[in-house]
Nanobody
Framework: QVQLVESGGGLVQAGGALRLSCAASGMISNIDINTMGWYRQAAGKQRELVAA???????NYADSVKGRFTISRDNAKNTVYLQMNSLKPEDTAVYYCHADVVRWGRAGDYWGQGTQVTVSS
């Protein structure tokens, strides 16, 4: 099994910044971690992609966060980060880490448990 452990959420005022981290651990010696990403789910809404990054560093962002959020990863540490600047109340949500993996030629994916981000106006 692979665990994704998130950290860095919290309460911040509008205009502030937070940095989320997500580290993969467990039985990762026999897997290839491909795309890692962050999703979020606000109350009463569907989960949506925030940002993703491939193992080679290609990134993809939701239009709503472009220019404010930056995703990065440290492959040696199996960790992905999300730097969130200029936060807005509408960024309030539970943020989930996600990883696409391949083990023994079979694709799979994992989710973290989620971390709450609350932006006050």
């Amino acid at each position: 099994q692979v665990q994704l452990v998130e950290s860095g959420g919290g309460l911040v005022q509008a205009g502030g910044a937070l940095r989320l981290s997500c580290a993969a651990s467990g039985m990762i010696s026999n897997i290839d971690i491909n795309t890692m990403g962050w999703y979020r789910q606000a109350a009463g809404k569907q989960r949506e992609l925030v940002a993703a990054i491939t193992s080679r560093g290609t990134t993809n962002y939701a239009d709503s966060v472009k220019g404010r959020f930056t995703i990065s990863r440290d492959n040696a540490k199996n960790t992905v980060y999300l730097q969130m600047n200029s936060l807005k109340p509408e960024d309030t949500a539970v943020y989930y880490c996600h990883a696409d993996v391949v083990r023994w030629g079979r694709a799979g994916d994992y989710w973290g448990q989620g971390t709450q981000v609350t932006v006050s106006s």
